[in-house]
């Protein structure tokens, strides 16, 4: 029976019960089977599980990949985030590089009290999207897409963003797709929500691979490279949102709620 490491980590959260939630496992011998990782991130029911590995080239110090309890997704940044705190408490570094298949290598690096994870910044394009904007319920002041399955809906307020209540069963028709919908915030300077459904996750706590995305679309609205970002789910999440060249630096605090080892 493999007995694995595990953390149980909330990420961009100041305390416990906030944030988004990951599961992180360390593998020493490489990464099981593609169906053992697809299992393991249902039962585990986060909307992201990070496993890792080892690395032993000079680039990284990790091999990392991300499951959601639907399927393995191409970039998660709360993830790693939580993937740092949890190598970097281990470890007692200051900074860790993960190898990722599809969003290349990723670093994570302490920050004060907390910690930052630099993401390659996501460009996106105005656009249209009516059927997505018919399964939102709310018309926004404008579409910016990626090409690559990520959509910013702009809306006029926060209290727009927040009263969102989209058709979940229509956006995720629409394939895995992230619908995220933003707008200037209140006492942060921009607010928003995304939704994920047709990954399994109706709606994300807090999305790393959003704000990738927001960071680059924001700065250029801002005129400035760096602002403040809060993501509206029930539980709630803080980051520092950075454009430095084509990497998105996002900001913030973990906690780890259980560390133990996982069996099957």
């Known amino acids: 029976m ?5 953390w149980h980590i909330d990420a961009f959260a100041p305390e ?3 944030g988004n939630q990951a599961a992180v496992m360390l593998y020493a011998d490489g990464f099981p089977d593609d169906a053992t990782m697809a299992r393991i991130g249902n039962e585990n029911n986060f909307a992201e599980t990070a496993f890792l590995v080892p690395y032993a080239g000079p680039e990284a110090d990790y091999e990392l990949r991300w499951f959601t309890p639907e399927c393995e997704i ?3 940044g709360h993830a790693t985030l939580a993937s740092g705190h949890a190598m970097l408490g281990r470890d007692g570094t200051d900074e860790v590089r993960f190898l990722t298949r599809r969003a290349g290598v990723l670093t994570v690096k302490r920050h004060g009290d907390a910690y930052e994870v630099a993401l390659p910044a996501i460009p996106t394009q105005p656009g249209e999207f ?3 904007v018919a399964a939102l319920g709310a018309a926004p002041e404008a579409i910016s897409r990626s090409g690559d399955g990520y959509n910013v809906f702009l809306f006029d307020s926060e209290d727009t963003v927040r009263s969102l209540r989209p058709d979940f069963s229509a956006l995720g028709a629409m394939g895995d797709d992230q619908f995220i919908c933003t707008a200037p915030g209140r006492e942060t300077d921009v607010v928003s929500r995304v939704f994920v459904p047709g990954a399994g996750v109706n709606e994300d ?3 790393g691979s959003a704000h990738a ?3 680059p679309f924001w700065a250029q609205r801002l005129g400035r490279a760096q602002f403040t970002a809060f993501q509206a789910s029930q539980r709630g999440g803080l980051l520092t949102c950075r454009l430095d060249g084509e990497t998105a630096w996002l900001g913030g605090p973990c906690v780890t709620l259980l560390e133990g080892t996982f069996r099957y």
């Open 2 to 6: 493999p007995e694995i490491p595990f």
């Open 16 to 18: 416990p019960f906030a």
């Open 74 to 76: 191409r970039l998660c």
């Open 130 to 132: 009516p059927a997505a």
């Open 205 to 207: 706590s807090v999305t």
């Open 213 to 215: 995305v927001l960071t």
